[in-house]
């Protein structure tokens, strides 16, 4: 995706999919041919869950999926935003009791400016950095700064929940973002 400013946000999917575009399971594949971004091969498949596949969204779970959303411009040595979208999906909703985090890999040219107690590169609600949205959605800003102009691949593990009336998931995907700074 692109903004006025022209610059990209392009989401890779790097987490175990159970979701097509209409959020009905995906069947997995018997072998996961290849990898994303030359990676090394995929873990196998939890319990429940499909094997790695373009889900549409940046990552999938059975009752969830979370897209990228470019909330302002990347340029080099100026802060940006990306926002990790959740939304729930058929009978859950979002779990506004958990404290919601993402925990960014160190990555080359971007500086990460969480204000989380446990590092620059964690982002979560209890630092203000998750908004519900809705009943059914939430937004985690990741705030950073490239120091390099160029395409960056941001990493990093999304801690969220959902509910039903019945019961609560705690889900942990791993997403890859790209990112390109002018």
């Known amino acids: 995706m692109t903004n006025d ?23 997995p594949p018997a072998q996961v041919p290849g990898q994303v971004m ?17 889900c549409g969204h940046a990552a999938c ?7 990228v959303v470019a909330e302002d411009g990347c340029a ?7 926002g990790l979208k959740l939304t729930a ?6 779990n506004d009791q958990y404290p919601y985090k993402f925990k960014a890999e160190a990555t080359p040219a971007v500086e990460f400016l969480g204000t989380d107690p446990a590092g620059k590169n964690v982002f979560s609600k209890p630092a203000g950095d998750w908004a519900q949205t809705g009943a059914k959605s939430g937004l985690m800003t990741v705030h950073l700064t490239p120091t390099a102009p160029g ?31 002018s």
């Open 38 to 54: 030359g990676s090394q091969p995929a873990p196998a498949p939890a319990a429940g869950a499909a094997a790695a596949a373009n």
């Open 61 to 67: 779970g059975d009752s969830y999926f979370i897209d």
């Open 5 to 27: 400013r022209g610059v990209g946000v392009v989401f890779a999917v790097a987490t175990l999919c159970g979701c097509n575009k209409n959020d009905a399971p995906a069947a």
């Open 151 to 181: 395409r960056s691949t941001i990493s990093g593990v999304f801690k969220l929940s959902v509910c039903s009336e019945q019961n609560c998931l705690i889900e942990q995907p791993q997403l890859q973002v790209s990112i390109h700074a």
């Open 89 to 94: 999906t058929g009978a859950f909703h979002v």
């Open 76 to 82: 080099s040595a100026a802060r940006c935003n990306v």
